[in-house]
């Protein structure tokens, strides 16, 4: 047995006692729940649960990537990770469960037998040996850190080095002049990208678009955001977003007069969910759209105040989600998804003024970081969007929220790819920082601890992407889309946020100046646990919920 197939057998060893006591955890948490009806009375263990659940689905996804490499690779790379990986997280449930016997239902004994066993213990103690994560960060180093893993897919393959030189000679130039200067993503680049097809990618041909799929999607997002996430990777989230509803639930003409425009980057999206006071909560919204007309032009008369809309100034279109339906208790039935359609704006506040009266002003708020397409607050006032702009048109009515999370589906496994895509952008500055940065005498990448740390960081990153590929491709085939995307947008953005943050104290006092790029990646970092489903939502409302629903 070569060294590779011993650190494979131990990572399998580890994955399946994890995968049968997960199972046992959460039939007990079924029963306490009432099959998730109660998760609210459980808050805490739920949410641990949907984590190490995620992590759980992580190492399988990791492991399986090991097992599919060509034996004459001898010791893989990844072979090692998906020990390291898989020991991390087992050390972790072991503790955790020890400490929290009641909560997940085990006992002692079943303790000693799962997580306790010798070989169980072997497997752990050969996963977590700093040697092991050494030789990682070694490897890691002489490759400086960059992803050249096989896709399995030649259209994948050909799409990562395109993206990635596009990135290279586009992107990366401007992006610290973007962020220094909270600037707006330069039309010029939004026209190359439309070009190149970066906007249509999960659009099928029919409607303009490329029809390549969701994991060239993926990829693009993943390497577009390696040059910056605000700027760039961030471009192609929201007409996703927009696109899936169209073809989940839009009228074949409202497809045909769209879709092709935004699959060419003509018509640039922005979505508008969030409001002041509600958040998560999207089956409270309050923004009204009540039926009315212009002219004689029969529509809606749009009236409240949203937030966080990201790129709503420079946008054409506006995905609003709005109640059409004010009775009391309809909750998420009485929302509506429209289209808006506007005029472009540059600056920081803009003013919209319709011939009737109807208004739509917009200021946008200043962050940390994630600039380049500015967040801006808006409020509507009286303003009149066509009938036919209601997606789905009268059958769309009141069917908004479910055409919304559908789209929201996208938007979190494109979190997904963004996040891998910045992790991996701070995890290539830090090697090259640690390979050239010398103290006492030589680079600070001679030393062990910038070794393990460095191995760390990339075994950490290999799970995320792989969690967030494996989700891609089982999201083109199955019509339950929530949970895999979820996974995949909690995971990398704690990734991305804990990576970034260990790669500036690598780099030392020069990671906490400006022109340093890890500065700008630890700021980028701080919102992905928050968009598109803030962090415990996500884990409770939509994977714990998930995991906690009875067994078919």
């Not at 109640?323 to 929302?335: E, F, I, K, V």
């Not at 090259?432 to 680079?443: E, L």
């Not at 006092?509 to 400006?514: D, F, I, K, N, T």
Request: net charge negative; aromatic share 6%.
């Amino acid at each position: 047995m070569t060294t590779a197939q011993a650190e494979l057998a131990h990572a399998h060893i580890l994955v399946d006692v994890f995968e049968q006591a997960m199972e046992h955890a959460l039939v007990q948490a079924r029963q306490r729940t009432r099959q998730g009806r109660d998760i609210d009375t459980a808050q805490v263990h739920c949410e641990r649960l949907a984590y190490r659940a995620t992590e759980l689905r992580a190492a399988q996804e990791l492991l399986q990537y090991a097992e599919l490499q060509p034996p004459q690779q001898g010791d893989s790379i990844t072979a090692r990770m998906a020990l390291a990986f898989t020991a991390g997280i087992m050390q972790t449930f072991a503790a955790e469960a020890d400490a929290h016997l009641d909560e997940y239902g085990f006992d002692e004994k079943y303790l000693v037998k799962t997580v306790g066993a010798p070989g169980v213990r072997a497997a752990v103690r050969a996963g977590a040996a700093e040697s092991l994560l050494c030789e990682i960060g070694r490897e890691v180093l002489e490759t400086n850190g960059i992803s050249t893993i096989s896709l399995g897919d030649d259209m994948a393959e050909m799409t990562r080095q395109s993206v990635r030189d596009f990135t290279r000679q586009e992107i990366e130039p401007l992006a610290e002049w973007i962020h220094r200067n909270d600037a707006l993503v330069p039309d010029e680049l939004i026209s190359r990208m439309g070009e190149l097809g970066f906007f249509a990618m999960s659009i099928p041909e029919a409607y303009g678009g490329t029809g390549m799929g969701l994991l060239v999607m993926i990829i693009t997002t993943e390497e577009l955001s390696r040059g910056s996430l605000g700027a760039a990777g961030s471009l192609i989230t929201r007409p996703e977003i927009v696109a899936r509803a169209l073809l989940d639930g839009g009228t074949e003409a409202q497809k045909k007069r769209w879709l092709p425009h935004i699959a060419s980057g003509e018509l640039m999206v922005a979505v508008s969910v969030t409001e002041p006071d509600i958040g998560s909560d999207v089956a409270s919204l309050a923004c009204r759209a009540e039926a009315g007309e212009v002219d004689g032009q029969a529509g809606y008369f749009i009236q409240g105040a949203k937030a966080w809309c990201t790129f709503a100034g420079r946008s054409d279109i506006i995905g609003l989600l709005a109640r059409t339906d004010s009775t009391p208790g309809q909750g998420a039935r009485g929302l509506s998804l429209f289209i808006v359609e506007k005029e472009r704006c540059y600056g920081h506040e803009f003013l919209i003024e319709q011939p009737h009266g109807g208004s739509m002003r917009g200021k946008a708020d200043a962050t940390l970081g994630y600039r380049g397409m500015h967040s801006f607050s808006i409020n509507y006032d009286n303003f009149f969007v066509p009938a036919e702009n209601l997606i789905g048109e009268e059958t769309g009515r009141n069917r908004g929220f479910y055409l919304q999370m559908s789209g929201f589906a996208n938007g979190r496994l494109q979190t997904g790819g963004r996040a891998v895509g910045l992790a991996q952008a701070a995890l290539e500055k830090t090697v090259a920082y640690a390979k050239n940065r010398r103290q006492f005498g030589r680079p600070i990448s001679e030393y062990q601890l910038t070794q393990h740390k460095i191995g760390l960081m990339a075994t950490h990153l290999a799970a995320a992407r792989h969690l967030t590929y494996g989700a891609a491709r089982r999201m083109e085939h199955q019509q339950d889309k929530g949970m895999d995307a979820a996974m995949s947008k909690l995971l990398a953005s704690d990734v991305a946020l804990w990576l970034t943050q260990e790669g500036q104290l690598i780099h030392g006092g020069w990671g906490y100046a400006e022109e340093t790029p890890i500065a700008r990646y630890v700021v980028d970092a701080l919102v992905l646990p928050i968009f598109e489903g803030v962090k415990p939502v996500l884990e409770l409302k939509v994977i714990a919920r998930n995991l906690l629903q009875p067994v078919a």
